[in-house]
């Protein structure tokens, strides 16, 4: 394992943030990402969109060269959300990544972000059930960290991730973002530094 390289996975609903969001969101990731460059590790980031659609975006760069997309300018937006397809699918294509990678290469720490609004109604692969074994076995056998920032706190239950790892995100005039992902840079900052 390469000690200095670390892993963030981000499966991200940023296709449903609301129109009149989208510069909050993106302030506050711009921040978040400002937190971990502090930490001097290198780190690299997958993400992919869980919005509409059956697109699967998934990158694999370093922090720095991120592009973030254009948050909260869709309008007509379905409401429907595949977190549960699309979440295990990064998962397993990560997986695959991985394992093709070798030992020396392949970074010390993986940590997932699950962001989502809502919960999933639209997947038709994927259980929460199925998700849940998933993410037990990623994190108890492969030691991966997973984190869930959310409105709806079923969420957590359904998916096995831990009430500490957990962030709600309150719909509060002003800013819906900023908090959560300064809690989310606050827990990931110090999983970094360990």
């Given at each position: ?48 969109s869980i ?5 699967i975006k ?127 840079s606050e ?8």
């Open positions: 394992m390469k000690d200095n390289l670390k892993q963030l996975l981000f499966a991200f609903d940023y296709a449903l943030i609301e129109p009149g969001h989208g510069d909050e969101a993106a302030k506050a990731l711009k921040n978040f990402s400002s937190e971990l460059k502090k930490v001097n590790k290198e780190i690299r980031v997958s993400a992919i919005g509409d659609g059956d697109v998934i990158v694999n760069q370093p922090l720095e060269k991120v592009k973030l997309p254009k948050f909260g300018t869709v309008s007509s937006s379905t409401g429907a959300c595949s977190m549960l397809d699309k979440t295990s699918k990064m998962m397993d294509d990560i997986g695959v990544r991985l394992t093709n990678t070798a030992e020396e290469e392949r970074p010390s720490k993986i940590i997932v972000t699950i962001i989502v609004f809502g919960r999933d109604n639209a997947s038709k692969n994927c259980t929460y059930e199925r998700l849940r074994e998933m993410i037990a076995l990623q994190r108890d056998v492969y030691k991966w960290k997973f984190f869930l920032m959310t409105d709806f706190s079923i969420n957590m239950e359904k998916l096995g991730i831990a009430e500490d790892d957990t962030i709600i995100i309150k719909h509060v005039k002003g800013d819906w973002f900023k908090q959560p992902f300064e809690e989310l827990k990931i900052v110090g999983i970094l530094q360990e």
